[in-house]
């Protein structure tokens, strides 16, 4: 059985390829306690002044549902990196969790630092998910911190969180043990708990689970019960990190089901989408679960990644989503089309708005490619605020869901070559009330595929290589007068490699040969411009590089 590394990052210069435990479609052992378990102990019933849990739900202090549509951000290791919790807000989002040090492995974050997070959070409009990174993978990484070391440095801090109990969610510690005897982590989770509590903190307090965060072998399933029971304000909720050992639909359901029968509170603190020499994913799983559940999510990690797998942003760029991240603010079930904002930052979801936006404007289309198409549309209007707006592909009566967007414009990617489509746009507000429909545009893509330009080159480097497997990167230059609006990259790898995994463009191989499309926002490059795509694959033991390109069709130069 193989062993898992940690799903979390290790040290400013390791790998953060998330950690995976164990063989795909393992059988999670253990059993939550029948549904009619309590989902909050007796006499705890008194009026909550902030975030808490309730029926197994997480709720804000005036009762309003509360669910997570976030990501994960890497402050300890990038403290520089000041305007990212605005341009995490800014695509939709209503929750960061943010990495912090308790000083075991990393520069400590002291509560000046901290107390500054937390207003940035606020001002921000985002509820906060602090947690301890120094405790992953506890018990098998020797490097790894206790839980008690962290609810001591938690306790540390008591001065500027208390008060922040509607806005401040207190992760203990990330991914607390690894695979070596994860039963172990019964006993520390709970007296951790109970230490904060005995400290007087009336925090939601979030508890991550063994196996490197992913739960495998079921233990936190067995035992979350008695965990939860344990603390008497009854203001604890389970996070579950999803990354290769959910591969499949079932495994996921199975999982998040459990605790939602068991009437106990859980949420994915963790995910990836981006397959990996482990295997891949089902995020498209995981987030519909989640939202078919209400069933709060945060994804891995907006930026910093050394292996930039999954990052969100490339580089901190909010401007440059990679093709993970504009799954995640732009997909079916993502942020844009599913967060609502917290009601306690005062017009966002409020629960007594029940006015609809109305329809927007008619939409019309531009930069229409083989494989792409750009919508723009007049603006909705709403007694409080628009959230967002959702494009759909009408097909007679049926409705597919095809972008969000949480401005007037999107760009809807995938499309099929000479083929008609026909679009429109709903909008929506902070409580969920949605309009009635846009009217249509007709689209109907490129038949002779895109034109390239008058010259390209391509630049292909290897990043990284590890036993069987390497990240590579392309570059596209465009070194004509003109844009280039939309492209497909031809190539053929000499030794046998594949790509696995691709960000910036979708590969599509045939043997040695590659071809790449082009994600919405690589498609266009700028005369003189550039577009980088970058990407995993497997090798054998040599590992040539491509020495031959065409741009649709156009022999390019090599860089």
Known sequence: ??????????????????????????????????????????????????????????????????????????????????????????????TVRVVLSDGHRWTRNGPEEVAGIVDDCKANRLICVLEVHDTTGYGEDAAAGTLDHAADYWISLKDVLAGEEDYVIINIGNEPWGNTDPAGWTAPTTAAVQKLRGAGFAHTIMVDAPNWGQDWQGVMRANAQAVYDADTTGDLIFSIHMYSVYSSAQAVTDYLNAFVDAGLPIVIGEFGGPADQWGDPDEDTMMATAEQLDLGYLAWSWSGNTDPILDLAIDFDPSRLSSWGERIFHGADGIAQTSREATVFGDGGDPDDTQAPTAPGTPAASAVTATSATLNWPAASDNVAIAGYDVVRVSGATETAAVSSTTTSATVTGLTADTAYVFAVYARDAAGNRSARSATVSVTTDGSGPTPGTGCSVGYRVIGEWPGGFQGEITIRNTGTTAINGWNLSFAFADGQTVSNMWGGTPTQNGSTVGVAPAGYTATIGANGSVTIGFTGTRNTTNTAPTAFTLSGSACTTA
């Not at 006499?43 to 197994?56: C, D, K, P, Q, Y």
């Open 1 to 94: 059985m193989r062993s898992a590394t940690s799903t979390a990052r290790q040290s400013p210069s390791a790998f953060l390829l998330k950690g995976l435990a164990a063989l795909l479609g393992v059988v999670l052992l253990g059993a939550l306690g029948p549904a009619a378990a309590q989902a909050r102990p007796a006499g705890t019933e008194a009026a909550e002044t902030g975030l808490h849990i309730s029926n197994g739900r997480l709720l804000e202090g005036n009762g309003n549902d509360f669910v997570m549509r976030g990501v994960n951000h890497a402050h300890t290791w990038y403290p520089g990196e000041t305007q990212s919790l605005a341009d995490i807000k800014a695509f939709g989002a209503n």
